[in-house]
Nanobody
Framework: QVHVVESGGGLVQAGGSLKLSCVAS????????MGWFRQAPGAEREFVAA????????NYADSVKGRFTISRNNAANTVYLQMSSLKPEDTAVYYC??????????????????????WGSGTQVTASS
């Protein structure tokens, strides 16, 4: 099974940028579709972005579309979330998640919490106004 660890969170002024990283270990990274989720205080954990095993397909929540970019480097066992034009409402703990796919090279994306088998412990992102 895979183990994932997020990094790169911090405090940034509204309008600024941050890049989150999620490093995977313990299994073949290219066997996993990946996702980013976030949870604000008092709110449910919500989908942010997803990327397929090869990186050929991506999708985003409407609230971040055009501002966030998900990418992956399978050689480095890492998935990224580039966040730009940050807003105070983006403030949350951001979680990386992995979904094991039995086949290689699919472009399937996964959007719900129940789709993901493996989770990191999260990294805090705060965008101040």
């Amino acid at each position: 099974q895979v183990h994932v660890v997020e990094s790169g969170g911090g405090l940034v002024q509204a309008g600024g940028s941050l890049k989150l990283s999620c490093v995977a270990s313990g299994d073949t990274f290219s066997r996993y579709a990946m996702g980013w989720f976030r949870q604000a205080p008092g709110a449910e954990r919500e989908f942010v972005a997803a990327i397929s095993q090869s990186g050929g397909a991506t999708n985003y929540a409407d609230s971040v579309k055009g501002r966030f970019t998900i990418s992956r480097n399978n050689a480095a066992n890492t998935v990224y979330l580039q966040m730009s034009s940050l807003k105070p409402e983006d403030t949350a703990v951001y979680y990386c998640a992995a979904h094991f796919v039995p086949s290689y090279g699919t472009n399937t994306l996964y959007y719900t919490l129940d789709d993901y088998n493996y989770w990191g412990s999260g990294t805090q992102v705060t965008a101040s106004s």
